[in-house]
């Protein structure tokens, strides 16, 4: 049922509709070598809740990917409405590395040892299950090893920018 018609499409018009999709944003963090790490990511997906699994893209040149794969170990905290700070900050290239990149952010340490952002409104906290290069971005699937839910609503990215639940939105 395949087609042998070639599509062209241009890395911007690729961006401009993935863009049309509302995404959560969640800081993933790791602990490796005695330092704390962290970045920010929009692509976390639930992969299986019968072993329980998730995955969360990651660019594959970035600093994180390496440390993933060494450490086995990551967090994501799913942060919360008026958290737009934090994200923007784990997502700056050059924050500093290491703990520093954590001073003026909240956070406790989740039962990995992983940092968790403090005012998120979830946590997973995961043992690296598989990594799998995919274009420019690493796939990392996790075995998810302990989970917290606490309240708010989330901080969302959607067409190139941050945004929220009108007030008035009910999520049944």
């Known amino acids: 049922m395949g087609s042998d018609r070639q599509v062209s499409i241009t890395p911007e018009e690729f ?12 800081v993933v963090t790791t602990v490796h070598g005695g ?6 990511a929009h692509t976390y997906a639930s992969v299986s809740s019968d072993s329980t699994l ?15 794969k060494d450490s ?9 409405e008026d958290q737009e700070a934090i994200s923007r900050h784990f997502s700056d290239p050059d924050r500093p590395r290491g703990w520093a990149q954590f001073d003026g952010v909240a956070y406790r340490r989740g039962p990995t040892g992983a940092p968790i952002v ?8 995961c043992r690296v299950h598989g990594m799998q290069e995919a274009g420019d971005h690493t796939i990392v699937v996790g075995e998810v090893v302990s989970v917290w839910s606490g309240d708010g609503r989330p901080l969302l990215y959607y067409d ?4 929220g639940l009108p007030a008035e939105t009910e999520c049944l």
Not at 118 to 125: D, T
């Open 15 to 26: 961006r401009k509709v993935s863009g049309r999709f509302a995404t959560g944003i969640a």
């Open 118 to 125: 403090e005012g998120a409104i979830a946590s997973i906290e």
């Open 72 to 80: 086995g170990l990551f967090a994501l905290s799913f942060l919360r």
């Open 54 to 68: 998730i995955s969360v893209c990651i660019k594959t040149a970035g600093y994180l990917c390496r440390v993933l």
């Open 160 to 163: 190139g920018g941050y945004c």
């Open 35 to 40: 330092q704390g790490h962290g970045m920010t």
